[in-house]
């Protein structure tokens, strides 16, 4: 199957992508089909790749301490392993595929290369990690206030 230019470019790039440009990422990324249950990224795996999910739904999980912690439910055009891409640091949470996935990867050496060639899709890059972060960030702070003002009110 080839990279679906037209999602990426709707979903994470917000502009057109020249035809040079479809094939500097057509080099680079890479498509990996997941089935349902099969893990996508391991905790403890060695770092350094970005995974873009293109398509299905997965669960992040933490291992830590013999507990298995739920941290998150990613959907089509979530990215995670940006810690491990950006620091090349092993990976610090499982995803797992809740249905069958398509993922795209792109890997730390490949966007080294990028970085070169073509320094404004690496940018696009950089800025979707950030957006993700963000989002990340605002759904946790709105599940905390969720749960302060449960407590607050349940105890009354």
């Not at 905790?43 to 992040?60: D, F, P």
């Not at 993700?132 to 302060?148: G, Y």
Request: glycine share 8%; hydrophobic share 45%.
């Amino acid at each position: 199957m080839a990279i679906d230019y037209s999602w990426l470019e709707e979903n994470l790039v917000k502009r057109q992508l020249a035809e040079g440009e479809k094939e500097k990422l057509g080099g680079l990324l890479l498509e990996k089909n997941v089935a349902k249950n099969d893990h996508i990224l391991t905790q403890g795996q060695a770092g350094g790749v970005l995974y873009i999910l293109r398509s299905g739904r997965a669960n992040i999980n933490v291992d830590a301490n013999g507990q298995h912690m739920h941290i998150a439910a990613a959907k089509e055009g979530a990215l995670f392993g940006e810690i491990t891409f950006l620091t090349g640091d092993a990976a610090t949470a499982n995803v797992i595929a809740a249905e069958d996935c398509t993922v795209y990867k792109l890997a730390r050496e490949d966007c080294s290369e990028l970085m070169q060639t073509a320094p404004e899709l690496v940018y696009v890059f950089m800025a979707a990690m950030l957006v993700n972060a963000a989002k990340v960030i605002r759904s946790k702070d709105a599940d905390h206030a969720s749960m302060l003002q449960y407590m607050g009110t349940s105890h009354k």
